[in-house]
Structures are given as structure tokens and as C-alpha cells.
């Protein structure tokens, strides 16, 4: 007989951790800036990794060695992920497929790094838009719209596990 664990169920105000809401909060700020903000712009338009020659000709009168610094500074922050020269994941978007894809509309399709990010595309962009993925549960398929409101009716019943994050975890994970 497995033994029994317990789960502790608790409420949103009972998981904030200050500590890592002012980490949010810089985030947040951070995500402001003009590159990130086309990085971002960039994996909406077009899927797939993101050379970063292509980052420095966006922007022709700042230097390259400037905009070098802050490319390798985004991803310091883990705010995106360059491997070999290109960015592959700019939160909330993965240049390859994930579990979690995101439709938009005219049926572009995109991936999110996880749950979390695939809702967060709908409101970010403030556009209805479809996500799908599976039940890690039963492995049954999950499709609903979500808005910039959030999930649609679709989603009723669909739950998003959210675990505490330990101090080693905060760099992406790269295994996407």
C-alpha cells in the first residue's frame, strides 16, 4: 500500500511571498524595455528562435556591442534564453513547441514556456485567443479560449498547479 501525502490546499493571499513579489515588481519594470518589447513583438509576428543579428539591425543608430550587453543582460535576468546565438524563449513565448500551445487569432500558432504563460498570452496581447494542451492527469486534450479577462467557459473544471519555486530554479529551464 503507497503511503498517503498530504496536500496542503491554500489560498492566493496564503502563497505571496514578498520576497518574490518585489522580484515581480522589477521584472514587471524590466519587461518595459525597447528590446525585450521586440523580442516580444518579433515571436508574436513570427514563430522561431530569434538570431541575434537580426535584434541589432531592429535597431541601426545604437551599437552593437551596446545592444550585445543588453541581449546577454535580458537573459542574465532570465527574462529570455540565447543558446547559440539566438533567442529561443521570451517569457511567455518558447520558439519550439511546447505542451502549451497558444492560437491566435488568424490561427497562428504559438508556445508558451508553461500554463501560466500560455494564459497570460491572452491578456498581455488583448486578444481571444485558443489554448491547448493536455491533462497531465489522464493525458486527455485540453482546448479553450481564453481573453484578456482570462479563461472562457471551455475551461471550467481545468486546474493550473502551482508549486513553490526553490532558489535553484530561477534561471529557465532549458530542457523546452
Excluded at 49 to 63: S, T
Excluded at 94 to 109: D, E, I, K, N
Excluded at 132 to 137: P, V
Excluded at 150 to 171: F, H, L, Q, S, T
Amino acid at each position: 500500500m503507497r503511503p498517503r501525502v498530504a496536500l496542503e490546499i491554500k489560498t492566493a493571499e496564503e502563497l505571496v511571498d514578498p520576497e518574490l513579489e518585489a522580484r515581480w515588481a522589477t521584472r514587471r519594470a524590466e519587461r518595459l524595455d525597447a528590446v525585450f518589447q521586440r523580442i516580444l513583438r518579433r515571436f508574436v509576428e513570427r514563430e522561431g528562435a530569434i538570431p541575434i543579428d537580426e535584434i541589432v539591425a531592429w535597431f541601426p543608430d545604437r551599437p552593437r556591442d551596446g545592444l550585445l550587453e543588453e541581449v546577454a543582460g535580458l537573459d542574465e535576468r532570465d527574462l529570455i534564453l540565447v543558446r547559440e546565438g539566438r533567442v529561443e524563449l521570451a517569457y511567455p513565448f518558447a520558439a519550439v513547441p511546447t505542451a502549451f500551445a497558444v492560437v491566435l487569432p488568424g490561427g497562428r500558432r504559438r508556445y508558451a514556456c508553461c500554463a501560466i504563460d500560455a494564459l497570460g498570452v491572452a491578456a498581455m496581447l488583448g486578444q481571444c485567443m485558443e489554448i491547448r494542451s493536455r491533462c497531465h492527469h489522464c493525458g486527455g486534450p485540453l482546448e479553450f479560449e481564453a481573453d484578456a479577462e482570462g479563461p472562457g467557459p471551455g475551461a471550467d473544471g481545468v486546474m493550473v498547479w502551482v508549486g513553490k519555486r526553490g532558489e535553484i530554479d530561477r534561471k529557465v529551464f532549458t530542457s523546452l
